[in-house]
């Protein structure tokens, strides 16, 4: 291999720096060096401060709100494309507007659809994301889609605390299958909390599937926002008769009541990872943050080294 390809080069948006200085800490390397600059009317510049003719790059980016997150991402593929990058690959670890997945009603759009298009046109090769809100959104790519699953790094965590009488809860029918797997991970039953959607960010709880009586729960998610679900779901839980009730949630968006809501439920520690900046201010006694950036630093040096990603969960 020529001395240019020995390495991977890492190189991270304004979005999250903190998870990309951690990756980029787990494989030894330095972040890469570019530069953003705003217009007077608010339009993004950036520029690579180095030569990437030829590289293996990877742009480290999560795509949640703001939408700005989402159009620097594009902005720098499209940069290194255009500084002849041999192969980019776009390092999503949250993977946002997969929330809009299918069109459930008139007139909608398709998001998820949408941005796989976008970032496909700006030029990345390939994508390395984490617990996508839909599994099939990776048939949404036309190019290769790499998926990591956070329950290697929950299921460890919940091991060592050896929680007896343990039952893994899906807060709704649609994340069963999820549920499912952490319960064959941590040797426990399954149980399920029906939901219903009325609206957007809007939850009703109406029966639990499953026994729950006199178990310790483990409420199991991807996507915690405005912590309506969780919590509607603990307190189902602890009505049915549960002792204890955990939560884990790998993207921790926390907004709007989300923290007033977690504070005062009777779940006894919420468990996410950092996918997402969770500012000091969103932070509460209960959260307890986990690190993906050995996950994805592992990954992007077995992409690097045309190695299989599926190694890392058997």
């Not at 030569?51 to 159009?71: E, H, K, M, S």
């Not at 343990?166 to 649609?174: E, F, N, T, W």
């Not at 499912?180 to 991970?185: E, I, V």
Request: net charge positive; glycine share 6%; proline share 5%.
């Amino acid at each position: 291999m020529s001395a240019i390809l020995q390495h991977p080069r890492l190189f991270s948006g304004r979005a999250h720096p903190e998870l990309a200085k951690r990756i980029a800490a787990y494989l030894n390397l330095e972040l890469g060096k570019n530069e953003f600059r705003e217009f007077s009317d608010g339009e993004t510049w950036v520029k690579y401060s180095e030569n990437i003719r030829g590289q293996d790059v990877f742009v480290i980016q999560p795509t949640g709100a703001p939408a700005r997150n989402l159009l620097e991402l594009l902005i720098m593929i499209d940069a290194a494309q255009r500084a002849s990058a041999r192969r980019i690959t776009a390092v999503i670890p949250y993977f946002g507007y997969a929330r809009q997945d299918r069109k459930d009603q008139p007139r909608v759009s398709i998001t998820a659809k949408l941005v796989a298009n976008l970032l496909t046109t700006a030029g990345a090769h390939r994508i390395l994301t984490m617990d996508l809100h839909a599994p099939q959104i990776q048939g949404f790519f036309d190019i290769p889609v790499d998926h990591l699953y956070s329950a290697a790094i929950f299921t460890d965590y919940f091991r060592v605390k050896k929680i007896s009488d343990l039952v893994v809860v899906s807060p709704d029918i649609g994340g069963s299958h999820l549920a499912r797997a952490y319960a064959k991970r941590l040797n426990a039953p399954i149980a399920v909390v029906d939901k219903r959607r009325p609206r957007p960010n809007a939850v009703e709880m109406t029966n639990v599937i499953g026994n729950v009586d006199g178990m310790n729960a483990l409420l199991i998610d991807d996507i915690c926002d405005t912590a309506g679900t969780l919590t509607m779901a603990a307190a189902r839980l602890k009505e049915r008769g549960a002792k204890q009730v955990f939560a884990a949630c790998t993207h921790a968006i926390l907004s709007g009541p989300a923290v007033e809501r977690l504070s005062s439920s009777p779940i006894e520690e919420m468990v996410v990872t950092d996918s997402v900046p969770i500012d000091k201010a969103k932070q509460f006694e209960r959260l307890k943050i986990l690190s993906v950036g050995e996950l994805f630093g592992r990954a992007i040096m077995r992409i690097h080294n045309e190695e299989s990603i599926s190694l890392l969960f058997d």
